[in-house]
């Protein structure tokens, strides 16, 4: 009877542990981090509110998201939908690791299912909360704390020869393997000009 009360309680305190595990931490507060900062932009993706996504991400982000909505011409909240990251389509809350910080600049891996791979997601510390910081990398604020572990492994394998693979390319402020979440592009337009339908004629009568 002790050994199974001992279980039942054991159970219990493993419970409370997972749900305090899986509850983000106050923007802003002392357990903050890039961790996180990213759990909050989850949970608001599943919450479909535009607003807490919004209050999730750096204010570069939020032009950067403004702009895409006037080019293409779509709804800003479908531009904020997944959250710039397809990571969020997960039903649960995906695993998260190589927690990384360089003063205001931080970056975390987080899985990504549909594509069987980690993405390594920017982040900024911006008036003392950590938010998500795709904008940032456009905009050449962004400078990345250092490689991802899923680079690291890469770049080791290539070293070694065992399994040489092709490692992510980095821009001018050493940010690789940043996933965006591209807002579709519109569709071409299907009437040519004068000039492309006599090139198309040219290229008719060749043939």
């Not at 054991?10 to 899986?22: D, E, H, K």
């Not at 570069?60 to 006037?70: H, L, P």
């Not at 899985?111 to 008036?127: H, Q, T, Y």
């Amino acid at each position: 009877m002790l050994r199974i009360l001992l279980c039942l309680f054991a159970l219990v305190l493993g419970g409370m542990a997972f749900a305090c595990s899986s509850t983000p931490a106050a923007p802003g507060s002392a357990g903050d981090n890039p961790t996180e900062a990213y759990k909050r932009l989850y949970a608001a993706v599943k919450s479909k509110d535009t607003e807490a996504i919004k209050a999730c991400v750096t204010k570069a982000t939020e032009q950067f998201a403004a702009a895409t909505a006037e080019k293409y011409q779509k709804p800003v909240e479908e531009v904020y939908r997944n959250g710039f990251t397809a990571t969020t389509f997960a039903d649960s809350l995906p695993p998260i690791r190589d927690q990384r910080e360089n003063g205001d600049m931080g970056a975390v891996e987080v899985w990504n299912a549909k594509s069987s791979s980690w993405e390594d997601l920017p982040f900024i510390k911006e008036d003392n909360v950590w938010k998500l910081a795709v904008g940032d990398i456009f905009k050449g604020s962004y400078k990345s704390p250092g490689p991802g572990r899923s680079q690291r492994e890469k770049m080791a394998a290539n070293a070694s020869g065992e399994r040489p693979v092709e490692a992510p390319m980095a821009n001018a402020n050493g940010n690789a393997n940043i996933h965006i979440e591209r807002v579709p592009m519109p569709a071409a337009n299907e009437n040519p000009t004068a000039s492309e339908k006599a090139k198309r004629q040219q290229a008719n009568d060749r043939s």
